[in-house]
């Protein structure tokens, strides 16, 4: 079972130049999210999606968007990239918004240069 | 504001106990996790407390005081494979995870 996918791995990106972090899972999860995560801080949630076609804003929304067209599917996109995006991008999932534990991928290393 | 606060870093040796704290406040209480997570790979689940006491899972316990806005894992037997960081994060009243920074904790021979 491949669980929760993301991609890429890892990308440096220009600032200015836009990009969408992918994320799927094929454990038909409602709910999922996208968090980043810096040295010295806790995950700190960009977005979610509790259920197919509803998103909304976590804690550092600003400068990301996201859309959830399907259960399984969950982009993140960067408009116009900032080195302050900078980080370590995590989705992840869970049966619903309230369940008791969430499964992460393997995260995406961007660089903003 | 929302915190969650817990140590840096630990030591502790292999063999031995360890118990890494964290406390909380937060605007209402569904809810504490711990997980951990090895250098550069994702978090994974390791327990769950939403009522008072102690939760027991193999190595690894995990307790809580809701009145104290407190918990801590308890890690027994350490193995080198424990080495990793370990993260308390708080479900408020809004369903919302709130993540502490997390504790690295580094074992010894």
């Known amino acids: 079972t491949a669980g929760i996918t993301q991609a890429p791995t890892s990308q440096i990106l220009a600032a200015g130049r836009s990009m969408t972090l992918r994320c799927t899972q094929d454990m038909r999860h409602n709910a999922m999210y996208w968090y980043r995560q810096d040295l010295g801080l806790g995950l700190r949630l960009i977005h979610y999606s509790n259920t197919a076609g509803t998103t909304g804003k976590g804690e550092v929304p600003d400068g990301y968007s996201v859309s959830r067209a399907n259960t399984d599917d969950f982009p993140l996109t960067l408009a116009s990239a900032v080195p302050s995006q900078t980080s370590v991008y995590f989705c992840?999932?869970?049966?619903?918004?309230?369940?008791?534990?969430?499964?992460f991928g393997q995260g995406t290393r961007l660089t903003v240069v | 504001g929302q915190n969650i606060d817990q140590p840096t870093e630990m030591t502790a040796t292999e063999g031995a106990i360890v118990q890494i704290n964290c406390t909380y406040q937060t605007s209402g209480f569904n809810g504490l996790f711990w997980y951990q997570q090895h250098a550069g790979e994702a978090p994974t689940f390791l327990s769950y407390?939403?009522l008072d006491g102690l939760e027991e899972k193999g190595r690894f316990s995990s307790f809580l005081s809701r009145s104290k806005g407190y918990s801590y894992l308890l890690l027994k037997e350490l193995q080198m494979k424990d080495s990793a960081s370990y993260l308390c994060a708080v479900r408020d009243g809004n369903y919302q995870l709130i993540w502490g920074a997390g504790t690295k904790l580094i074992i010894k021979p």
């Open positions: 407390n939403v």
């Open positions: 992840a999932s869970s049966p619903t918004d309230t369940n008791t534990e969430a499964f």
